[in-house]
């Protein structure tokens, strides 16, 4: 079992920057695919980035130069850097992995951007 803890949410004005961060459970950690997912509103839950053990990222284009997943695995911590934040990136975040074929999620934090 994954157990996820995000942190880092909060309110922002556009333009502005946050960075979230994921502390993930279990020692094999450096292994794991880890995903960032959002989602708004009356939205459909949408991944937002990836990055696998080998280092390897994937982005949605609507965050393409804006967001940044790195991970730090001697801390099993998975981060997502937001920069240029916009209304339209406004949702609750999920960290999440998949492990043994089943989904492991976060509690989610709320990032808002507004004036």
């Known amino acids: 079992q994954v157990q996820l803890v995000e942190s880092g949410g909060g309110l922002v004005q556009p333009g502005g920057s946050l960075r979230l961060s994921c502390a993930a459970s279990g020692s094999i950690f450096r292994f794991y695919t880890m995903n960032w997912y959002r989602q708004a509103p009356g939205k459909q839950r949408e991944l937002v980035a990836t990055i696998r053990s080998g280092g390897g990222t994937n982005y949605v284009d609507s965050v393409k130069g804006r967001f940044t997943i790195s991970r730090d695995n001697a801390k099993n911590t998975v981060y997502l850097q937001m920069n240029s934040l916009k209304p339209g990136d406004t949702a609750v975040y999920y960290c999440?992995?998949?492990?043994?074929?089943?989904?492991?999620w976060g509690q989610g934090t709320q990032v808002t951007v507004s004036s």
């Open positions: 999440n992995t998949n492990n043994g074929g089943l989904p492991y």
